[in-house]
């Protein structure tokens, strides 16, 4: 790993974008249509007809998914950067002017690394994903009402499982273990502040709770995620990690 004070003022922005992309993703689901929000007892002919009617929020709600991707991709090397090398002394040299031994442990820094960039593949697999469903809604909005069964039948098939991540393993569970090992190491070192630690370690606990509630279907696990987690935990994290950068990047 390098440290690189232009790679933690680029991180300051993207953990900025992060936060506010992830609260938008959470207004913008509140201003879709009851149908739209996931409710279990609405069939795939109601979601997609609500939709065509009124589209506007659900594809702003894909949009802030895709900038929310983008900008974890950018955010995740310095937030990782900023643990491997701050530190621990509260008034030691700024993390450029660290000697080695201020370094995080190899075997820590292993840890920062594969998480590091298990959390990108999340991230990427975000954007992707959400562009590709902006993608398709676009395409199919302006035809599913006037197409004949069949057509409308293929589109509830091809949306429900050929444009989700499974299970959120990736988009949830990856960002999810990276955020408690920044937070764990963090922590347990004292190279960063105990609040912003113990804030990512609920953080990580609600997105990986998300895996649960998606792959078991216990939607109070999915609610957790998306309400608690994505909506304030997560944004609160970030906009921390942002401030951080900031601070340690002058």
Do not use: N
Request: glycine share 10%; aromatic share 10%; net charge neutral.
């Amino acid at each position: 790993m390098i440290d690189d004070p232009s790679i933690r003022r680029i991180g300051s922005v993207a953990s900025f974008g992060v936060a506010a992309a992830y609260f938008l993703t959470g207004v913008f689901a509140v201003l879709m249509p009851p149908e739209l929000q996931g409710r279990p007892d609405v069939t795939p002919h109601t979601f997609w007809s609500v939709l065509s009617a009124d589209p506007t929020a659900h594809l702003c709600f894909h949009a802030a998914w895709v900038a929310a991707g983008l900008f974890g991709i950018a955010a995740v090397p310095a937030i990782s950067l900023l643990v491997s090398f701050a530190p621990p002394a509260a008034q030691a040299p700024p993390a450029a002017q660290a000697p080695p031994a201020a370094q995080a442990p190899q075997a820590r820094r292993g840890a920062l690394l594969w998480s590091g960039l298990a959390a990108l593949l999340g991230y990427a697999v975000m954007a992707r994903s959400h562009l590709m469903e902006l993608a398709w809604d676009r395409k199919i909005i302006p035809l599913y009402e006037a197409a004949d069964p069949a057509f409308q039948q293929a589109v509830h098939v091809v949306a429900g499982l050929a444009l989700d991540v499974g299970d959120g393993v990736l988009t949830y569970g990856a960002p999810g273990v990276w955020v408690a090992v920044v937070s764990w190491i963090g922590v347990r070192d004292g190279r960063l502040p105990a609040s912003f630690c113990w804030l990512g370690l609920a953080t990580a606990g609600a997105l990986l709770a998300g895996v649960a509630g998606y792959g078991l279907h216990l939607r109070p696990f999915v609610v957790l995620a998306v309400g608690v987690g994505g909506f304030l935990l997560v944004p609160a994290w970030f906009v921390r990690a942002g401030l951080l950068l900031r601070g340690s990047s002058k």
